[in-house]
């Protein structure tokens, strides 16, 4: 790969000559390297930290708010694992998370590279795939939903066109709201990743494109040897952040289908919101919030490892 | 460079303007309460759109010039939540104004609320339409100030048009029939004989309190002709299908306010509002008050209400206060009040009645006033500690059969089924 | 700082060999022109292709956006209406007027603007401070500390939003700004973002300043951030734009009317039983003008190139 031997592939900081073996140098990187945490990092621990801390602490116990909190052990977990309506949430939010994260991660990469570069009037087109992303939830909710009408609608009046005479209900029917609402936020958030994705291009220096050239590489050939490895970073910030902004969807599925028809669209994020503050169970609240929490944490986990073991 | 200048004194003026906002720009600060007056604090929703809370504070402090009551405002699309969240906080707001019966319900049993027998005599336990709601084993922590209950608003103009006079004794065939013969699609704009919003309680609160069913028991056969009655309708093309009612965000007041439907069963708080709609020029509908279709028709009307209410914080700075603004607001003075601004008031009697009738634009004729007067106002959803759980089951399903994923007799099963298992256990 | 966009923006993928410097032969600039001109060509075509395509994505990323701005111009009882209607019947210009007396638009805005601006600056601050922490110096205890950091992002807001609110009123801040600036401007976000992009910087730069003798914080003011413009600008907007569009926080921690932002001062249209949507879009339209400003103007970065020069020494 010509990448190897121009540059080295972008990594975390290597042991120096000075670091290695030399504890003075150890203790003094300790302490540059928290002095430059510090500041965000005190925030981070109060106002974060903690709280994260004190609502898991809360999973084991029962509190309606008002009194004080009462220890029941496991007691919140057992109900939760014999409640219909976790494992229906979980589902969904796992099969939500699968259809969005990586639709948006292509469709912002495409369009990343679509937009990088110098035409005339190209930032008024970066400006308006931007636009989804903040424009009002309210508007992007009726007017999909308009979109998805199952008699009037566009969408199901083209499919009619092209000969699909079964055309889904869409957000009118449990099996095909999900995917409704997965369009619909790919739809929305595919501007904001680009953004991210528009930063990392940004990064790779013209010489490697060069240097593939000379070579006689391909446009797909530089695409595929040149950009995705420099990408690496960026493309693993925006799998781990879509990951987890896709467990946690909230917003979007509550102004669209407020988790219905049924439960089909009801996510983990809302039930916690239910449980806890809509019915005052915060400790079963937390417990969800818990469950939650490890399972994206070890989705994280996993993707943090590939990405360490690619980088050696 | 040039670009760099313009962008620094953007971000300077930019940075300018908003530092401007650090202190909160607004509005003016809180005035401190002043000297020897007492400051009652109040949460309400949405302080500006809810002139009923203007009108009650207005007066109390009229009457009471040693008090100043400071509303407390929060948006109306969350307020239970917030209240909540306040509440966990150690909140010392005085008097807590309860939405609806459900949340009521969850902060009495919290032990959250302070119980107030004694307002509730003074004012009357038997003029206070709506205080059963409020009876938790004897004891009541909470006042309604206002009760509103469901009737059916109808299009005069329309009516006529297609030779009805009045939609007097309406049984639910009769209404049936009346909306498909009133559906037309005329000069390429479709009308509805009626519109069913999206709320269950159009389907299943009407079908308790007409069966006298009980919507916590895990049992819903009682559902079952209601249910059949709107799916007909919405099969027959009478009322706006559910599906693109609710994904739409249908708005009822558009329905009715453009005329594109001639009938709609809904509360009485839209009272208020559509007659500030004709006032405003916004709408010219020629509208009329009916009593609720019945099961027969034998005159009696039942139909189903929501009562609003005032309750005392348990951590409340002066709770002596509260009780005494709560026992003004649930009285004659505070009915008076609201009646004035077309707010129905629970306190029910005759002077009351009368108070409310002399409103400007309200129809005098005979049915509007025996709309007013049902005979029997169950509450929309019973009062108990698994309301919250129950409603929010209760509504999942209303979504499968309306958009008729499920069958009626099926989705009564599930309903039933999930209650028992879910919530009851 | 010399602009270095023109040599250093990424290549057009679809071909178009570099232009050689240097003496051209009279038989090869014939030679030239034609290779020259056949190229332009094919890239005029390419462009058409392109600027096609965009205009047709942005017709349907723009649809919602507006109906919204219809929505806006008409009145209450006909937004919501059954079909859509894409134009107004009558236009109601009013509702832009009306707004600012309705309710206080101008405080509010000022505001949120105030919110939005400090913890933007917070945030890229404190963030790209930690983040060069994280990638560039090492220390025991680093990648488990980032983990952790990341780990709170996998929680939702719902979860913790109680304990938060708890502390903060026994700090004594709710109902106020502080509040949030102290919620928001030191989110794990920002660092994560930071670090990755700090990631794609190669060692030797710092390793070249280090030899020159600049200290841990001379190499990130003059090395790193020059250099990452593009992150930087992108976390500013994001944080921007996440602040501004912001309703739960402002609507826990805010409760007096002076104190508002836009967000919370649209839903106000909300009532108990109905919503006033011609405004509340009038107010959303308002309320977006504002950030497309920023975000134009901060598009730019996203192209400047960064000078890896240092790459030669």
């Given at each position: 790969m010509t990448t190897e031997t121009i540059t080295q592939a972008p990594g975390p900081a290597r042991t120096t000559p000075h670091s290695r073996g030399n504890r003075k140098q150890a203790r003094r990187n300790t302490l540059i390297g928290w002095t430059f945490i510090l500041p965000n990092f005190l925030g981070f621990l109060a106002f974060t930290l903690i709280p994260v801390l004190a609502a898991f602490a809360l999973s084991f116990m029962e509190w309606t708010s008002f009194t004080a909190p009462k220890w029941v052990g496991l007691a919140n977990f057992q109900r939760m694992f014999a409640s219909d309506s976790f494992w229906v949430a979980l589902r969904n939010t796992v099969v939500y998370a699968l259809g969005h994260v990586p639709l948006t991660m292509a469709l912002a990469l495409v369009l990343a590279m679509l937009l990088n570069r110098k035409l005339k009037g190209i930032g008024f087109f970066r400006v308006a795939i931007f636009f989804p992303y903040i424009t009002s939830l309210v508007a992007v909710a009726v007017v999909w939903n308009m979109l998805f009408s199952p008699d009037s609608g566009p969408i199901n009046q083209f499919l009619h066109a092209v000969g699909i005479a079964e055309a889904p209900g869409w957000t009118s029917s449990s099996d095909w709201a999900l995917p409704a609402v997965i369009i619909t936020s790919v739809w929305r958030d595919m501007g904001y990743y680009m953004v991210l994705y528009l930063a990392g291009l940004q990064a790779i220096p013209a010489e490697l494109y060069e240097a593939a050239e000379v070579d006689g590489a391909s446009a797909w050939q530089r695409f595929w040897n040149v950009t995705i490895p420099s990408l690496r970073p960026t493309t693993f910030f925006v799998v781990v952040m879509l990951t987890v902004s896709s467990f946690k969807v909230f917003d979007l599925i509550v102004v669209m289908t407020n988790g219905g028809p049924g439960r089909s669209t009801t996510v983990l994020s809302q039930l916690i919101y239910q449980e806890g503050i809509g019915e005052g169970k915060f400790g079963y609240s937390s417990a969800i919030s818990l469950v939650l929490f490890l399972i994206v944490l070890t989705v994280t986990v996993l993707q943090f490892k590939i990405q360490q073991r690619r980088e050696r | 460079m040039k670009r760099t200048t313009l962008a620094g004194i953007a971000l300077a003026v930019t940075a300018g303007l908003g530092l401007t906002g650090c202190a909160g720009a607004a509005g003016p600060a809180e005035p401190q309460a002043a000297e020897g007056k007492t400051r009652l604090t109040v949460s309400v929703w949405n302080y500006e759109g809810t002139p009923e809370f203007k009108a009650l504070f207005d007066g109390y402090e009229a009457a009471h010039p040693d008090v100043d009551i400071e509303p407390v405002d929060i948006l109306a699309d969350d307020y239970p939540q917030k209240v909540t969240t306040m509440l966990a906080g150690g909140d010392t707001t005085d008097v807590l104004t309860m939405k609806n019966v459900i949340d009521y319900s969850r902060y009495a049993s919290n032990g959250q609320l302070q119980e107030i027998n004694s307002v509730v005599d003074t004012v009357g336990k038997d003029n206070l339409a709506g205080l059963d709601a409020f009876n938790l084993d004897g004891k009541y922590f909470a006042a309604p100030y206002r009760q509103d209950f469901w009737l059916l608003y109808y299009n005069k103009d329309l009516l006529k048009a297609a030779g009805v006079d009045e939609p007097k004794d309406l049984t639910w065939e009769k209404y049936s029939e009346l909306a498909k013969k009133l559906t037309s699609t005329a000069d390429g704009k479709k009308v509805y004989g009626t519109y069913h919003h999206i709320w269950r309680s159009v389907v299943q609160a009407i079908a308790a309190a007409q069966n006298d069913g009980d919507q916590v028991s895990g049992d819903y056969g009682f559902f079952q002709d209601q249910y059949t009655t709107a799916l007909d309708l919405q099969k027959a093309g009478a009322t706006l299908d559910f599906g693109t009612a609710k994904s739409q965000k249908t708005s009822y007041r558009t329905m009715f306010e453009s005329g594109q439907a001639a009938m709609m069963p809904m509360g009485t708080w839209y009272i208020a509002g559509i007659l500030q709609a004709k006032k405003d020029g916004k709408t010219n509908v020629n509208w009329g008050l009916a009593p609720l279709p019945q099961k027969d028709a034998n005159g009696k009307v039942t139909t189903f209400g929501s009562p609003t209410a005032f309750a005392v914080n348990k951590n409340a700075a002066h709770s002596d206060e509260a009780k005494k603004f709560i026992e003004w607001a649930a009285g004659e003075e505070g009915a008076k009040a609201i009646s004035k601004i077309g707010v129905v008031p629970a306190l029910k009697n005759d002077a009351v009645t009368a108070e409310y009738f002399k409103l400007d634009g309200l129809p005098t004729d005979e049915l509007s006033k025996k709309a007013f007067t049902p005979d029997e106002t169950a509450l929309e959803m019973p009062v108990s500690d698994k309301s919250a759980a129950t409603d929010k089951i209760l509504n999942q399903e209303h979504d499968l059969i309306m958009v008729g994923e499920r069958s009626v007799a099926d989705g009564i099963a599930e309903m039933g089924k999930r209650v028992k298992d879910e919530v009851l256990k | 700082?010399?602009?270095?966009?023109?040599?250093?923006?990424?290549?057009?993928?679809?071909?178009?060999?570099?232009?050689?410097?240097?003496?051209?032969?009279?038989?090869?600039?014939?030679?030239?022109?034609?290779?020259?001109?056949?190229?332009?060509?094919?890239?005029?075509?390419?462009?058409?292709?392109?600027?096609?395509?965009?205009?047709?994505?942005?017709?349907?990323?723009?649809?919602?956006?507006?109906?919204?701005?219809?929505?806006?111009?008409?009145?209450?009882?006909?937004?919501?209406?059954?079909?859509?209607?894409?134009?107004?019947?009558?236009?109601?210009?009013?509702?832009?007027?009306?707004?600012?007396?309705?309710?206080?638009?101008?405080?509010?805005?000022?505001?949120?603007?105030?919110?939005?601006?400090?913890?933007?600056?917070?945030?890229?601050?404190?963030?790209?401070?930690?983040?060069?922490?994280?990638?560039?110096?090492?220390?025991?205890?680093?990648?488990?500390?980032?983990?952790?950091?990341?780990?709170?992002?996998?929680?939702?807001?719902?979860?913790?939003?109680?304990?938060?609110?708890?502390?903060?009123?026994?700090?004594?801040?709710?109902?106020?700004?502080?509040?949030?600036?102290?919620?928001?401007?030191?989110?794990?976000?920002?660092?994560?973002?930071?670090?990755q992009y700090y990631m794609t910087i190669p060692d030797e730069l710092c390793?070249?300043?280090?030899?020159?003798?600049?200290?841990?914080?001379?190499?990130?003011?003059?090395?790193?951030?020059?250099?990452?413009?593009?992150?930087?600008?992108?976390?500013?907007?994001?944080?921007?734009?996440?602040?501004?569009?912001?309703?739960?926080?402002?609507?826990?921690?805010?409760?007096?009317?002076?104190?508002?932002?836009?967000?919370?001062?649209?839903?106000?249209?909300?009532?108990?039983?109905?919503?006033?949507?011609?405004?509340?879009?009038?107010?959303?339209?308002?309320?977006?003008?504002?950030?497309?400003?920023?975000?134009?103007?901060?598009?730019?970065?996203?192209?400047?190139?960064?000078?890896?020069?240092?790459?030669?020494?």
């Open positions: - | - | 700082m010399t602009n270095m966009a023109e040599d250093l923006k990424a290549p057009d993928l679809t071909g178009g060999a570099p232009l050689r410097g240097g003496a051209i032969s009279p038989e090869d600039r014939r030679h030239n022109t034609h290779r020259r001109s056949t190229r332009e060509r094919k890239k005029r075509t390419t462009n058409v292709i392109i600027y096609g395509a965009l205009v047709v994505l942005v017709v349907a990323l723009m649809m919602p956006f507006i109906w919204m701005v219809s929505s806006s111009l008409k009145e209450n009882n006909q937004v919501l209406t059954v079909p859509i209607q894409w134009i107004p019947s009558e236009f109601v210009w009013s509702n832009y007027t009306d707004i600012w007396t309705r309710i206080p638009m101008m405080g509010y805005l000022q505001n949120s603007l105030y919110l939005a601006v400090i913890i933007t600056c917070l945030q890229v601050l404190t963030g790209s401070l930690a983040a060069y922490g994280f990638s560039k110096v090492r220390f025991p205890g680093r990648d488990v500390l980032f983990l952790c950091y990341i780990g709170t992002i996998a929680v939702p807001w719902q979860a913790y939003m109680v304990p938060q609110y708890i502390m903060m009123q026994q700090l004594g801040l709710t109902n106020s700004f502080n509040a949030l600036i102290l919620l928001q401007a030191f989110g794990a976000f920002g660092v994560f973002l930071m670090r390793e070249a300043a280090r030899i020159d003798g600049l200290s841990e914080y001379g190499i990130w003011a003059r090395v790193i951030l020059p250099l990452s413009k593009p992150a930087l600008a992108s976390l500013a907007l994001l944080t921007f734009v996440n602040t501004w569009n912001d309703y739960m926080g402002p609507f826990i921690y805010l409760t007096s009317n002076r104190l508002w932002t836009v967000q919370l001062g649209l839903r106000s249209f909300v009532g108990q039983f109905d919503a006033e949507y011609a405004m509340i879009m009038t107010g959303s339209v308002i309320s977006v003008i504002p950030i497309l400003f920023i975000f134009l103007l901060g598009q730019r970065y996203f192209i400047q190139g960064i000078a890896t020069s240092g790459m030669k020494g």
